[in-house]
């Protein structure tokens, strides 16, 4: 009898815990210092954040989120960044091969808090919105730092001129 009743509440809560993992999100531990001080502000502890996948598929994402995404450098990791222009935008860069770039169509420009550190778009240029996997919106551990993510790209970081076709959402 109870080896029925768990294979039901397998079968039941199999399906709707995959749904939930790839419908709307799951925690990942972030590594690296190329989002201190946001994440990771101490080297010895690694940030653990929740990952919200709701909303990714259709790209909404505004200047400011933290997004996870697959490295265009390298398919097999993904990476987390902040996203500092969208699609039309112009963008000042940090030692890329051009000092101003347009952000191009289904593109988006992602750079890491911590200048200097980071591998981001400054390397690699602007990244297809199709390599975003998900939003960045709280930090779950360690409980101490347990706090919602703010959408904030520092004054220095804003787009020299921001696309007139988007508001704040990429539709």
């Not at 709707?16 to 502890?45: H, K, W």
Request: glycine share 8%.
């Amino acid at each position: 009898m109870a080896f029925r009743f768990f294979g039901k509440s397998l079968l039941y809560a199999l399906p709707l815990g995959v749904t939930f993992l790839d419908c709307v999100g799951y925690v990942a531990r972030v590594d690296g210092i190329s989002m201190q001080p946001a994440l990771n502000p101490v080297p010895d502890e690694k940030d653990y954040v929740f990952l919200l996948r709701w909303g990714t598929h259709n790209s909404q994402v505004e200047r400011g989120d933290i997004i996870s995404l697959i490295s265009p450098k390298d398919p097999a990791q993904k990476i987390i960044k902040r996203v500092v222009g969208l699609q039309g935008d112009v963008v000042s860069t940090l030692g890329y091969k051009h000092e101003i770039v347009r952000v191009p169509e289904g593109h988006c420009w992602v750079e890491g808090d911590h200048t200097g550190h980071s591998m981001d778009s400054n390397t690699f240029g602007p990244v297809a919105l199709g390599l975003m996997s998900a939003r960045a919106v709280a930090i779950v551990w360690p409980p101490e730092r347990w706090q919602m993510l703010e959408n904030e790209l520092p004054r220095r970081r804003r787009p020299i001129q921001a696309s007139k076709n988007t508001s704040n959402y990429y539709n």
